[in-house]
T-cell receptor, first 114, second 114 residues
């Protein structure tokens, strides 16, 4: 089992460019999440998908969109990148959206917006 | 809404010494509490979690944490630090009414001195 995989690992964008971060899990999990990690701020939830076909906003959704393509895949899109979106992005998954479920994290995508 | 405060963004310990990482949370309903560890350039990995029942929770790699409701705390300890414990540690909270959305503290980076 690969667990949670993310592509790409690194990306440099210019302000205004767009890109999509890809995430896939092979654990048959129902729920998936996107976080961003910034120094001193821990991880903050951008969007989540409680189950296939549903998505909802987290704490910091502005400037992002998501697509739950199927049960395995959950992508994050930046339509017009801004320097404030320079961050490390983590995808995670869990068996369900019950609050006591462990979340499994991918290795992250380090994004720099110039 | 929930919140988590981790006291000390950096902690330095000697190999063999006690590791103590502090976490205080705020929640109006019973919380689920988690400690995650992040090794350099990797995703997060669950160390331990408290959901219900026994308030002293044992996790991987010799770590344990105690849920103290009266103090709204969930401090992480390990009796004897090892060089391999050098990493960043995150405390997180979720509640049953909010799905499995995690709110993270700012993180504590642990340095282990030989």
């Amino acid at each position: 089992n690969a667990g949670v995989t993310q592509t790409p690992k690194f990306q440099v964008l210019k302000t205004g460019q767009s890109m999509t971060l890809q995430c896939a899990q092979d654990m048959n999990h129902n729920s998936m999440y996107w976080y961003r990690q910034d120094p001193g701020m821990g991880l903050r939830l951008i969007y989540y998908s409680a189950s296939e076909g549903t998505t909802d906003k987290g704490e910091v959704p502005n400037g992002y969109n998501v697509s739950r393509l199927n049960k395995r895949e959950f992508s994050l899109r930046l339509e017009s990148a801004a320097p404030s979106q320079t961050s490390v992005y983590f995808c995670a998954s869990s068996e369900s959206d019950r609050g006591n479920n462990e979340q499994f994290f991918g290795p992250g995508t380090r994004l720099t917006v110039l | 809404a929930q919140s988590v405060t981790q006291l000390g963004s950096h902690v330095s310990v000697s190999e063999g010494a006690l590791v103590l990482l502090r976490c205080n949370y705020s929640s109006s309903v019973p919380p689920y509490l988690f400690w995650y560890v992040q090794y350099p350039n990797q995703g997060l990995q669950l160390l331990l979690k408290y959901t219900t029942g026994a308030t002293l929770v044992k996790g991987i790699n010799g770590f344990e944490a105690e849920f103290k409701k009266s103090e709204t705390s969930f401090h992480l300890t390990k009796p004897s630090a090892h060089m391999s414990d050098a990493a960043e540690y995150f405390c997180a909270v979720s509640v049953i009414a909010a799905g499995n959305k995690l709110t993270f503290g700012g993180g504590t980076r642990v340095l282990v001195k030989p």
